[in-house]
C-alpha cells in the first residue's frame, strides 16, 4: 500500500516487482494525483501488472478507506509525506512562495474548506504567532504575526506575493539573509495548519501498524523534524519492550513489542542523490517491521 501515491513515483517500480500475482493499493488526497497516478500504472503491460486499487482519501482515515478493499492486511506499506513536486510546480494550487497565486493550499480541494488565505484573514495574532512558531520553529513569529494582522486591516490576502512581502518586512534583514527563503518556513506553517497535517500523520501510522501483517514492513518517508518526530515516537513507543526493574521475577508492566526497528537512525540521501534532486535533501526515511 502507497498511502500517498502522488504520481506513482514509488508505486510504479513497485507495482513491476509485484507482478500479477500482487495487491496494489495507493491512496491519495488529490484527486488530480491520482487521476495521473492511474494513467500511469495503466502503461504497465497486462500480464505483468498487479490488481491495482485507487483509493481517493485522507490516509488519517485509513480504517474506512481499507474496509472496502475487504483484505485482511498489507505487507508492505509506504508513507512519502508533504506534497509532490507537481503540487509546489502547480502555481495554482498556492503552495509555493516562489510564484504568485491564490493563498489556498489545500491538498484535498473538493472536500477541504481551510485555505491559507482564511488563516491569514481571520486567526487573531495569538494563533497565527502559535502556528508559524510550532510548526516552523519560525524565530520571527510573533512579529510576522503582528505584522500580518497589521497588513490584513489595509488588504486582506489574496496572493502569496502578499505574503512573501509582509513576511519579508517582518523579519529584520540582518536575519533574512540566512536559512535560505525568509518565507519558506511561514509558508509551510500554514500548509501544515491548512491539511491538519501533523494530526493526521499520527492517526494514519497507528491505524497502518495495524494494518501490517507479521513480518510486513512500513517505511515512511518525512521531510521535516516535526515529521520525523512523530514516526520517531511512533515507531519507539510500539518497539517498547518490557520496562519492569530487572530483579522483577515476573513482567508486571505487560509491555509486548509490536514492531522491530530496521533504522535505528534514519536513512538520509547521499550527497550524489541531493546533487541529483535537491529536494531530496531534508528526506529522512524509517522502517519499522511488525511482529
Ligand atoms: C511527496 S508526495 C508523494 C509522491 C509519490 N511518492 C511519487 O513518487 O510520486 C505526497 C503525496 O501524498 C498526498 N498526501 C499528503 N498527505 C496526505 C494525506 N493525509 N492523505 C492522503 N494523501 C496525502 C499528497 O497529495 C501528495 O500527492
Given at each position: 500500500m502507497d498511502a500517498t501515491l502522488g504520481f506513482a513515483g514509488h508505486s510504479f517500480p513497485a507495482a513491476q516487482q509485484l507482478g500479477s500475482d500482487g495487491l496494489l493499493?495507493?491512496?491519495?488526497q488529490d484527486e488530480v494525483a491520482l487521476a495521473a497516478a492511474s494513467r500511469r500504472l495503466d502503461e504497465l503491460p497486462e500480464g505483468a501488472r498487479p490488481t491495482v486499487k485507487l483509493l481517493h482519501g485522507n490516509f488519517g482515515d485509513l480504517d474506512e478507506l481499507?474496509?472496502?478493499c475487504a483484505i485482511p492486511g498489507i505487507d508492505a506499506i509506504l508513507f512519502d509525506l508533504g506534497v509532490s513536486s507537481v503540487q509546489i510546480d502547480t502555481p495554482a494550487r498556492g503552495f509555493s512562495f516562489k510564484e504568485k497565486a491564490p493563498l489556498d493550499m489545500r491538498m484535498d480541494p473538493g472536500t477541504q474548506t481551510l485555505t491559507a488565505a482564511e488563516i491569514l484573514n481571520t486567526y487573531d495574532a495569538a494563533d497565527l504567532a502559535r502556528i508559524i512558531r510550532a510548526y516552523s520553529d519560525e524565530r520571527w513569529a510573533s512579529r510576522i504575526a503582528e505584522f500580518i494582522v497589521h497588513a490584513r486591516a489595509a488588504r486582506p490576502f489574496e496572493t502569496s506575493d502578499q505574503l512573501v512581502d509582509v513576511v519579508k518586512a517582518a523579519i529584520p534583514a540582518s536575519a533574512r539573509r540566512a536559512g535560505g527563503h525568509p518565507a519558506k518556513r511561514t509558508f509551510q506553517a500554514l500548509r501544515i495548519e491548512?491539511?491538519?497535517e501533523l494530526d493526521v500523520l499520527?492517526?494514519?501510522l497507528e491505524a497502518a501498524i495495524r494494518w501490517l501483517n507479521p513480518g510486513?514492513?512500513?517505511a515512511v518517508l518525512s521531510y521535516h523534524s516535526l515529521e520525523d518526530r512523530i514516526v520517531k515516537d511512533a515507531f519507539a513507543r510500539l518497539?517498547?519492550?518490557c520496562t519492569c526493574p530487572p530483579d522483577l521475577p515476573v513482567c508486571l508492566c505487560g509491555k509486548q513489542p509490536i514492531v522491530d526497528l530496521v533504522t535505528r537512525k534514519p536513512l538520509v540521501p547521499t550527497p550524489e542523490e541531493i546533487a541529483r534532486n535537491p529536494r531530496a535533501r531534508s528526506a529522512k526515511l524509517r522502517v519499522a517491521e511488525k511482529r
Open positions: 493499493i495507493g491512496i491519495d481499507l474496509l472496502g491548512v491539511n491538519g499520527r492517526r494514519g510486513g514492513r512500513i518497539a517498547d519492550r
